[in-house]
């Protein structure tokens, strides 16, 4: 079946440490988003790729970093420089970077990323 | 800039009730499209309605219902004979113009009792 895969399911955090969350989809779609959920605040977009081998800054992308050397694959990575990275966060996919196709973005399950 | 108010943070029915989550959106684009998601307690966001500008023609699904108003910028949803199923986060998300980010309401967490 097609869809997006996110893993780990949970994660934890040390303090000071580099954590890298997957996303890989088998949709082909070319657009690729990060969002970061808290608790009463919605969705929050970190980065998204439009295409391999670019990306682009969302609202909150400080702390955080991407890679797209391939195009089913997204990886986040959550750095020390994030001070408050406990959150859900969640991935997504879209068959272009615009939203005026006739799909929507596709979700993955998501990651729970935790503090020790 | 835009922006989307759900000013309903919780909603609490009884089954079988029907229920409406209001959706408020901003935007100075006269082209853009309006979603509804829904948000399990498993966590994935499932896709539920694409609406764009032009089109006010309101929808139905099943025991969903769509409520598109450019007079007054909202986007509601009404569940009819609410099941216990139904119980879960719901967002309401928009994008417009030259932007590539969809913006997310703060979503309505919806409690169906048995």
Known sequence: ???????????????????????EQNLNHDAMYWYRQDPGQGLRLIYYSQIVNDFQKGD???????????????????????????????????IDILQFSNQPQHFGDGTRLSIL | AQKVTQAQT????VEKEDVTLDCVYETRDTTYYLFWYKQPPSGELVFLIRRNSFD???????????????????????????????????????????????IFGTGTLLAVQP
Request: proline fraction near 3%.
């Open chain 1, 60 to 94: 909150i992308a400080e702390g955080y970093s991407v890679s797209r050397e391939k195009k089913e694959s997204f990886p986040l990575t959550v750095t020390s420089a994030q001070k408050n990275p406990t959150a859900f966060y969640l991935c997504a996919s879209s």
């Open chain 1, 1 to 23: 079946d097609g869809g997006i895969t996110q893993s780990p399911k949970y994660l934890f955090r040390k303090e000071g440490q580099n954590v890298t969350l997957s996303c």
């Open chain 2, 56 to 102: 006010e023609q309101n929808e139905i699904s099943g025991r969903y219902s769509w409520n598109f108003q450019k007079s007054t910028s909202s986007f509601n949803f009404t569940i009819t004979a609410s099941q216990v199923v139904d119980s879960a986060v719901y967002f309401c998300a928009l994008i417009g113009g030259a932007t590539n980010k969809l």
């Open chain 2, 10 to 13: 919780e909603i609490s029915v």
